[in-house]
């Protein structure tokens, strides 16, 4: 009979106070989302490494960007801002370059909104310029990528900007075997530029424009840098250029020898264009590495700190109810 009084009078102190502990819990609640509303959680997440051509064939203006003719370089970085920007929280990037015949990492892993403006400013600052010497073997940068996935401790998704320019040209002699790549499931080779033929401009090593590329330059590397600028005193006053309009080096977007490449290797293909197909395209891509991130509980603690004050106001709702009943 105690027992049954003692709950009794512990139930009348609940309905007492009822409004007063949902309070107390809705501020130890809201205390939670401001000092700890994350836990670490090993979890799935898209790992993306952005690998760009940076040859000088990327410098042919056969793009257009907001009504403006822009160069394959400048489009690239275009694309590559946008998905940095509408991925989600929890989204990794590496950021890396090919040239001649291999693959430099600029950076590691970084979280997308811990690292924005990082991962931003280094894609803006990406150019020709960055690339250490003349020809452009993409099969050859295939093998250099694979090097590079072991350096990053975890897979990733390579997403290859090129336009498929190579120097010198593919043929039997010189065509690269990648049967024994075993990355290839996990690269998506994104073609840059147009299907038609447009002279490359070619630039000393200030930067400055002083003509188109021949077709018949010492180096034969008209899609790449070439040795001349690796020694800046042999610009004197400028490396050569084309004399006229026909002897310039033509270039365009080589679409059939990219998806043969990446058939080879299992891989993907994908033109490079500024449309939610492309970016819904990347985004749907499976995820490929499993990191320990903070994952939030911020949404948790509000919406039930938001679910408690509701509750706290059940009472009169329930008075309410009864009254419009009577």
């Not at 609640?29 to 898209?46: E, G, S």
């Not at 690292?115 to 690339?131: A, F, G, K, P």
């Not at 180096?219 to 610009?235: C, F, L, M």
């Not at 020898?257 to 293909?269: F, N, R, T, V």
């Amino acid at each position: 009979m105690k027992q049954v009084v003692n709950m009794r009078s512990a139930w009348r102190w609940v309905k007492d106070h009822y409004e007063s502990g949902l309070y107390l819990l809705v501020v130890l609640l809201l205390l939670l989302a401001i000092f700890k509303p994350q836990v670490p959680l090993k979890q799935q997440v898209h790992n993306y490494l952005l690998l760009v051509d940076v040859s000088q064939s990327m410098n042919a203006e056969d793009m257009r960007l907001n009504g403006k003719q822009v160069s394959r370089m400048a489009y690239t970085r275009h694309l590559m801002r946008k998905l940095v920007e509408n991925s989600p929280c929890g989204t990794y990037f590496s950021l890396g370059v090919f040239a001649a015949e291999d693959v430099a990492l600029i950076f590691t892993p970084l979280e997308t909104c811990a690292n924005y403006d990082v991962i931003v400013d280094t894609i803006e600052h990406l150019e020709w310029r960055m690339s250490w010497r003349g020809n452009s073997r993409i099969s050859f940068g295939v093998k250099g990528a694979a090097k590079v996935f072991d350096s990053l401790n975890a897979p990733a998704r390579l997403l290859f900007f090129t336009d498929g320019d190579e120097a010198p040209k593919v043929n039997a002699i010189n065509k690269l075997r990648l049967d024994d790549v075993q990355i290839g499931e996990n690269i998506v080779f994104v073609g840059i530029g147009g299907n038609e033929d447009v002279a490359i401009p070619r630039y000393n090593s200030s930067n400055k424009w002083v003509g188109y590329w021949s077709s018949d330059a010492k180096e034969n590397s008209a899609g790449a840098v070439g040795i001349t600028y690796n020694d800046t005193s042999r610009d004197d006053p400028d490396p050569v250029v084309a004399s006229a309009d026909f002897d310039r080096y033509l270039s365009k977007l080589e679409s059939d020898y990219l998806k043969e490449l990446a058939e080879e290797i299992h891989g993907q293909y994908i033109l490079g264009e500024d449309r939610p197909e492309f970016y819904s395209f990347v985004q749907k891509q499976k995820p490929v590495a499993s990191f320990v991130t903070a994952y939030s509980l911020r949404w948790v603690y509000l919406l039930l700190a938001l679910a408690l004050i509701i509750a706290s106001y059940w009472p009169y709702i329930r008075q309410w109810r009864q009254a419009r009943r009577g």
